[in-house]
């Protein structure tokens, strides 16, 4: 039997070579990277909406903390004001993380497992490096 060259295996689709490395190779997975892509757009979405709710946060928007029928001057809306109200108060300036938490779950999504943020690890791996900023 004839030997490969070192680190060429029988059947890599990688190197061309191989009973799978034709016009059609890797399009077995056309359907999940879609769905990876699409929850990347989504993540991403809901990254700048709560962005964009923490910072056109304002004290007298009715939400969490305060009742009344004053207008909502958020512009996320009464959803991102009650958001924003109820994040700075529980979490103060930390709440800013859950933007970047989302979009760090939208490219670990996107990626695949395969090392989101930090390298090689399992995908919750990146939050405890986040917590370890803080």
């Known amino acids: 039997m004839a030997q490969l060259p070192t680190g060429i295996r ?4 990688r190197n061309g070579r191989g009973p799978g490395a034709g016009p059609g ?3 077995g997975d056309r359907g999940g990277r879609g769905l990876r892509e699409a929850g990347l757009l989504l993540l991403g979405a809901l990254a700048l909406y709560l962005l964009l709710a923490l910072l056109s946060f ?4 009715p939400g969490w903390s305060r009742a009344g029928p ?3 001057r958020n512009a996320g809306g009464a959803a991102g004001a009650w958001f924003a109200d109820l994040a ?3 979490f103060g300036w930390f709440a ?3 933007p970047v938490g989302a979009a760090a779950a939208g490219w670990a999504l996107y990626r695949g497992g ?3 943020l930090g390298g090689p690890g399992p995908g919750w791996l990146w939050a405890v490096r986040l ?3 803080a």
């Open 114 to 116: 395969r090392g989101g």
């Open 70 to 72: 004053g207008p909502v």
């Open 88 to 90: 700075f108060f529980l």
């Open 58 to 61: 304002h004290p007298g928007d």
């Open 96 to 98: 800013y993380l859950f």
């Open 10 to 13: 029988s059947g890599d689709r």
């Open 131 to 133: 917590a370890g900023l």
């Open 25 to 27: 190779a890797g399009q």
